[in-house]
């Protein structure tokens, strides 16, 4: 059976952070996706549940409480206990239902409540657990009894209780899986004797996860020992929500689920072998998680314990699971992997590895050597300095992004540590988080609240709606928002969990506002995200009219044609300088049609007049470069700039390939450099090396052709006969100099 609630909750100043997250759910004005109902099993004489509606007729859903009414409910073991809290709430005026069933049975509650009407999806459902009897309950798997032994405090029955607590949030997950939420609050006193269950809020939420309840919020996930001036009795109140997966520890039955993982997070070079995942397992057995959906694991998070942050600079990605020190008071996250069709796992993971952390007293810190996701596309000279580029706004790289935005901390560079890495010059980045850190703050006082109601009145009502920001940021992004299916998912538009993070990121510095790290996940939609901001923000006329209004703004934006960035008195000196450009790339053309690979090289300056590196090429050597340059253009960023220019409209092929090939120096050259196949990044240099590399391919034949037809294809250069090209027997495109451009010495040219 489970642990029967408490009859009646601790003193206030124990219960106000408690009333505070439950409270949460009344925030905001859209009034009719907040509960209808409040509902406590063993509800004692009512005390929370007459507090908590005082507290929700002082928010704005008092104001209204006449169109959307609030009932409270309470539920006894029999007509006896009901009595108090019938009259307490009758003595308030409070809405309420009394109802009797076996407190300790979700099937019995469920039952009540469908008797009554009562919508368990409109339901928010409050449950304090004060002094859980001991009792045995099944036993325990390795590593999870390992686990259970440890957390429980080495008691001697430690494992056993650790299995009632799994049955009594399995209880819990049945209760609330139809309900909008459930706010635990876990409470025990500082006298309980030898029959009384003590449960550590850590084994609570790995209880908790392995039934598939999780905090709404991590960061608001109280740990106790809380405020409770009286000094009786620890409290543990967090909000939890039922998901449709859950996390365990990986065993090593797991294996064939992990190795598929590793095949998707990683290329075959920096892939971890079958033998190293197994010592990962074995190695620190209660520190791996397997997160499962339907009862296949979908993502895995792996971790282990180490002395202190520096540790990682001893060790190697491959052979990491040798850093491992039993008790370390730093948890190191080695690796997230999640299944390609359940996209976001790795960050409920992340989240979840964060949360136990800050419960457990044992870890002081959180501490990962992450990788940089474009630093080799970037044209950016060291790792240093695009991490700098990173932290000061200038640049903005996914995966750095995915840990930077929820608090972690730079601390710098490891060398080495991924040698097989060649894309980050077998570097890591060594982030560090401190959950320890994180703030929980209670329910604001009147005074504050009236005081922030002036300030929101000071300020000027928004008027941008969160769809039109929104599209902007996407569409800087490369992403464009279907107007006519608002309805369409995130991630059916392309977008991946690290893509997210940065659209939050950017859409909250554009709002003003800090917003749950889960928030796209929990509003997978643009409309419904748009609308849950707005209806947040206070932006009025969220109608039909209003939103067709956006959509007709949004689309007329697109539609505008770009804006002439010459001044109309230089329109003629723009004219010859587009000529002249054209002009000067046909002479290039045919200098290069006419001249072999090494008469080019040998008028490159700086060029050695021997055998180059492409006459010498074999036709393996030359597949290998070929590959690394499919990898690095086929990267979404990089095809989407590709396909930016190939998009533009542009007059004719010179200009086309001009500005095309500003963008493919920007990202080949830094593979050309590090290959040793040119010296430097300047223009001519790396088209001159472009052009050998096409020479090469045609010269070896076969499979080398085949490649750089491929490798032309990414790098858009076959979309160049779409334009009009310069006849070579027309007049010369050059007009009449303009006088102020004389003379053309100045330029460097005869004309």
């Known amino acids: 059976m489970a642990a029967a609630p408490a009859s009646a909750p601790p003193g206030p100043p124990a219960m106000q952070d408690f009333l505070a997250l439950a409270s949460s759910y009344f925030a905001g004005e859209d009034f009719g996706a907040q509960p209808r109902f409040v509902v406590q099993a063993g509800c004692g004489d009512g005390r929370l549940l007459v507090q908590l509606f005082e507290l929700v007729k002082e928010m704005p859903r008092g104001k209204v409480m006449k169109e959307f009414p609030l009932t409270m409910v309470g539920i006894g073991s029999d007509e006896e206990s009901l009595v108090a809290p019938k009259i307490g709430m009758c003595a308030k005026r409070i809405p309420h239902k009394v109802l009797t069933g076996d407190t300790s049975s979700p099937a019995a509650i469920a039952a009540a409540l469908k008797k009554q009407k009562i919508d368990s999806q409109r339901t928010l459902l409050l449950q304090v657990c004060q002094d859980r009897p001991r009792r045995k309950a099944a036993t325990l798997s390795s590593p999870t009894a390992t686990f259970a032994k440890k957390a429980m405090g080495d008691v001697a029955d430690g494992e056993v209780l650790f299995a009632a607590l799994l049955e009594d949030a399995q209880h819990s997950f049945e209760l609330s899986e139809r309900s909008m939420g459930l706010c635990l609050a876990e409470v025990q006193s500082h006298s309980s004797g030898p029959s009384t269950l003590v449960a550590p809020p850590v084994a609570l939420a790995m209880a908790s996860a392995m039934a598939g309840l999780f905090p709404q919020d991590v960061k608001l996930a109280q740990p106790y020992p809380m405020r409770d001036e009286a000094g009786d009795c620890d409290v ?45 397992l074995q190695t620190s057995p209660t520190t ?65 590895a964060l949360h136990l952390a800050r419960l457990d007293p044992t870890i002081e810190s959180v501490c990962a050597v992450t990788l940089c996701h474009d630093y080799a596309s970037s044209g950016v000279k060291n790792m240093q300095q695009y991490v700098d580029m990173h932290l000061n706004g200038r640049v903005n790289d996914r995966i750095l992004t995915f840990h930077t935005s929820y608090g972690a901390k730079v601390l710098g560079l490891v060398p080495g540590y991924r040698p097989e890495d060649f894309e980050n010059q077998a570097t890591g980045v060594l982030i560090q988080y401190k959950p320890k850190d994180w703030v929980f703050e209670p329910t604001p006082s009147q005074e504050e609240k009236s005081d922030a109601k002036q300030e929101v009145a000071k300020k000027k009502e928004p008027t941008t709606s969160s769809l039109e920001i929104l599209s902007s940021i996407m569409t800087e992004m490369g992403y464009e928002v279907d107007m006519d299916n608002l309805d369409q998912g995130f991630f059916s538009s392309g977008l991946d969990s690290f893509d997210m993070g940065v659209i939050q990121n950017r859409l909250g510095r554009a709002l003003g506002r800090t917003l749950p790290a889960t928030l796209m996940l929990d509003l997978p939609t643009v409309k419904e995200l748009t609308e849950h901001l707005d209806k947040e923000r206070g932006v009025s006329g969220q109608g039909a009219a209003e939103a067709e209004a956006v959509v007709e703004v949004v689309e007329e934006r697109r539609e505008r044609p770009e804006r002439r960035t010459e001044r109309a008195s230089d329109e003629t000196i723009t004219e010859w300088v587009r000529c002249w450009r054209q002009y000067l790339y046909k002479k290039q053309k045919a200098r290069q049609r006419s001249s072999s690979p090494r008469q080019r090289r040998s008028r490159s300056a700086g060029r050695s007049r021997g055998p180059g590196p492409w006459e010498t090429m074999t036709t393996q050597e030359l597949e290998k470069i070929q590959t690394k340059l499919a990898w690095l253009l086929r990267l979404p960023q990089n095809q989407r700039r590709l396909q930016h220019v190939a998009d533009k409209p542009h007059d004719n092929e010179a200009l086309f390939l001009c500005e095309l090939r500003v963008v493919l120096d920007s990202l080949l050259g830094p593979l050309f450099v590090a290959s040793g196949l040119v010296q430097d990044m300047k223009p001519r240099t790396l088209q001159d090396a472009r052009d050998d590399m096409e020479s090469c391919a045609l010269a070896l034949g076969g499979s080398a052709a085949a490649r750089h037809k ?42």
């Open 288 to 352: 791996n998680f397997a997160l499962e959906v339907d009862g296949e694991v979908r993502a895995v998070l792996y971790t282990q314990r180490i002395r202190k942050p520096e540790d990682v600079y001893r060790q190697k990605l491959q052979q990491v699971f040798e850093g491992h020190v039993e008790g370390g008071p730093v948890l190191q996250l080695i690796a997230i992997h999640a299944h390609t069709d359940h996209r976001g796992l790795g960050t409920e993971l992340r989240s979840f």
């Open 236 to 280: 543990f109140c967090q909000v939890l929500t039922p998901r449709n997966f859950r996390v365990r520890f990986a065993v090593p039955d797991d294996l064939p689920a992990l190795e598929v993982l590793e095949e998707m997070a990683w290329k075959k070079h920096m892939r971890t072998p079958r033998e190293g995942l197994l010592k990962r």
């Open 710 to 751: 491929e490798l032309l294809s990414l790098m858009k250069l076959d979309q160049a006969g779409r334009f009009p090209q310069i006849s070579a027997r027309s007049a010369s495109p050059v007009p009449r100099v303009p006088p102020q451009f004389l003379p053309s010495q100045r330029m460097g040219i005869t004309v």
